[in-house]
């Protein structure tokens, strides 16, 4: 089963993602989390990318897919996938298009602008594993340290208020159009945002055709 997920930064892409992931047992395939390991180890991607990440703009076309057509050669994505964060841009919808991959659902995470404004300036990573805690939402046990792993927590550089403003301009502008692409070849199932991580789960595993 390919899945995209499509939603504004913050509309719990990766958390609806880890759980697709863990039921269906398909590795979730997140850009975003692949640009910040190559950040992190100074890689040439890394280097490419760094500008625009920072400054919460789009990584130019031809970098991601192409980050994208070498992830999906992996041998893990034999079974399925789950998209997170890609595609971004028509232009990226079109790529996969033509790689001759066929798309078993779209799902749309609808969240207003103003509940993503709150969640991303809470929202708080662990700087070894990638996981994510909310300051108000999801503490983790002890304050600053991961659950998973014990790793230090910190603020993604690019969920400062002014950065995720950006981010949302760059999402209505370019992202939203996907919307359309995805409804016209009708695969797309919109949800809601329901308020709570666990009722977002039952929603979308039930358009995916399955209970909790
Ligand atoms: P995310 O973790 O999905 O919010 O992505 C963080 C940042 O990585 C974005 O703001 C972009 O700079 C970059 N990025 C991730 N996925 C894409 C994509 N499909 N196209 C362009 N840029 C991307």
Known sequence: MNIILLGAPGAGKG????????????PQI???????????????IGEKTKYYMDNGLLVPDEIVIEIIRVRLAQSDCAGGYILDGFPRTIAQA???DAMGIEIDHVIDLEVEDEVIIKRLSGRRVCSECGATYHIVNKKPVVEGVCDKCGGTLVQRKDDTVETINERLKVYHAQTEPLIAYYEAKGLIRRIPDKGSVEANVKAVFEALGADV
């Open 94 to 96: 079109e790529a996969l």
């Open 30 to 44: 997140s850009t975003g989390n692949i640009i910040r390991d190559a950040l992190k180890s100074g890689s040439d």
């Open 15 to 26: 958390t609806q993602a880890e759980r697709i992931s863990e039921k269906w047992s398909i």
